[in-house]
């Protein structure tokens, strides 16, 4: 099926552990997302790339890296967990001024 | 820092009734989407309204946007128990939309619907 897949789907961290959030897309779309969402604060871009080369930072990058290795993967890092990055991360895709296709979230849990 | 608000947070209704949910915005916009969010799952696209348009459909729904007031509305018709789920409306500022559609959400609305 076409669209954003993310791995892994759950994960438990330990505070200081590192990971990183994997994100491809199929669809040929130019334009790719990283969001992190938390009861009640909605959804949060933590960082975007426009055009694969490009990454800029969104509304809440700290502690977070990304890299866009080719056009259809959009990888987000975590160097040294905290409990603060428990979250719902979404990774999503779309060309300039479309709706965005989602994939199906990573729950991270960090203890 | 949130660009739309959501009215209200949450709804719950009869099937069969229908579902208003509004959204207010706080600067100039490329454009307006509205998602669905079904509980653990990840977002699905619903409908897209430029800033030169007014009034939208797909299906059952029906969008309308007013920039004079920075304010949209989501109406879903003939609501099914499938259509309870969060909603959030997300808009494009007019100032980001140079090179990328980067969109900012608002924090949605839960809507239930009782069979």
């Known amino acids: 099926n076409a669209g954003v897949t993310q791995t892994p789907k759950f994960q438990v961290l330990k505070t200081g552990q590192s990971m990183t959030l994997q994100c491809a897309q199929d669809?040929?779309?130019?334009?790719m997302y990283w969001y992190r969402q938390d009861p009640g604060m909605g959804l949060r871009l933590i960082y975007y790339?426009?055009?694969?080369?490009?990454?800029d930072k969104g509304e809440v990058p700290n502690g977070y890296n990304v890299s866009r290795l080719n056009k259809r993967e959009f990888s987000l890092r975590l160097e040294s967990a905290a409990p603060s990055q428990t979250s719902v991360y979404f990774c999503?895709?779309?060309?300039?001024?479309?709706?965005?296709?989602f994939g199906s979230g990573t729950r991270l849990t960090v203890v | 820092s949130q660009q739309g608000e959501e009215d209200p947070q949450a709804l719950s209704i009869q099937e069969g009734e229908n579902a208003t949910m509004n959204c207010s915005y706080k600067t100039s916009i490329n454009n307006l989407q509205w998602y669905r969010q079904n509980s653990g799952r990840g977002l699905v696209h619903l409908i897209l309204i430029r800033s030169n348009e007014r009034e939208k459909h797909s299906g059952r729904l029906r969008v309308t946007l007013d920039t004079s007031k920075k304010s949209s509305s989501l109406l879903i018709t003939a609501s099914r128990a499938a259509d309870t789920a969060s909603y959030f409306c997300a808009t494009v500022p007019q100032a980001f939309s140079g090179n990328t559609g980067k969109l900012i959400f608002g924090q949605g609305t839960t809507l239930q619907v009782k069979p």
């Open positions: 999503a895709s779309s060309v300039v001024g479309g709706g965005y296709t």
């Open positions: 790339s426009a055009s694969e080369g490009t990454t």
């Open positions: 669809m040929n779309h130019n334009s």
